[in-house]
T-cell receptor, first 112, second 114 residues
Framework: DQQVKQNSPSLSVQEGRISILNCDYT??????FLWYKKYPAEGPTFLIS?????DKNEDGRFTVFLNKSAKHLSLHIVPSQPGDSAVYFC???????????FGTGTRLQVTL | DTGVSQDPRHKITKRGQNVTFRCDPI?????LYWYRQTLGQGPEFLTY????????KSRLLSDRFSAERPKGSFSTLEIQRTEQGDSAMYLC????????????FGPGTRLLVL
């Protein structure tokens, strides 16, 4: 049972354009959501998070939007840069100090 | 800030051998997590420590797997009688005691069982 789903395995975007990565979840107990970026042979790097009490959180070029009624969140990267090319994982937890449940990832390629 | 470190970074072993991995969390973090990632999948939770207490274990953690955090600092993950299906990236993460804290990951240990 995949509680966190990233239905797009890959995405290609031109440099300077917006990248939008999507994530859906099924567990209504999830109340904290995170995005991680991962390069090959490295551990995931934290990007941005959002609590269920908010619907938007912004940090520089990265913005995460949460739609609780649709159980959907998205990560917007503007403007996209070649260095953003990586695999992006959506993760969720239920309660504080709780295990993370990850999606299967979306590979983003930013082209010149 | 040295971040989360893991040792070794790579391990090749023969089926049936025992292996042990080490994780050193960020120094002020009291929570430590182990995850496993296989090709094409996201990381999957294995177990979680708060200080030296192991508070949760996944059903993925068979009786061949054991994890310890004896002094509430570093942690070890041991796999006994390794099987080819144990081949994966083993990731360690740590977080502080604050509510809603973020888990920060180490570089991982890649295990290949021949």
């Amino acid at each position: 049972d995949q509680q966190v789903k990233q239905n797009s395995p890959s995405l290609s975007v031109q440099e300077g354009r917006i990248s939008i990565l999507n994530c859906d979840y099924t567990n209504s107990m999830f109340d904290y959501f995170l995005w991680y970026k991962k390069y090959p042979a490295e551990g995931p790097t934290f990007l941005i998070s959002i609590s269920s009490i908010k619907d938007k959180n912004e940090d520089g070029r990265f913005t995460v939007f949460l739609n609780k009624s649709a159980k959907h969140l998205s990560l917007h990267i503007v403007p996209s840069q070649p260095g953003d090319s990586a695999v992006y994982f959506c993760a969720a937890s239920a309660g504080t100090a709780s295990k993370l449940t990850f999606g299967t990832g979306t590979r983003l390629q930013v082209t010149l | 800030d040295t971040g989360v470190s893991q040792d070794p970074r790579h391990k090749i072993t023969k089926r049936g051998q025992n292996v042990t991995f080490r994780c050193d969390p960020i120094s002020e973090h009291n929570r430590l997590y182990w995850y496993r990632q296989t090709l094409g999948q996201g990381p999957e939770f294995l177990t979680y420590f708060q200080n030296e207490a192991q508070l949760e274990k996944s059903r993925l953690l068979s009786d061949r797997f054991s994890a310890e955090r004896p002094k509430g600092s570093f942690s070890t993950l041991e796999i006994q009688r390794t099987e080819q299906g144990d081949s994966a990236m083993y990731l360690c993460a740590s977080s502080s005691r604050d509510p809603g804290e973020t888990q920060y990951f180490g570089p991982g240990t890649r295990l290949l069982v021949l």
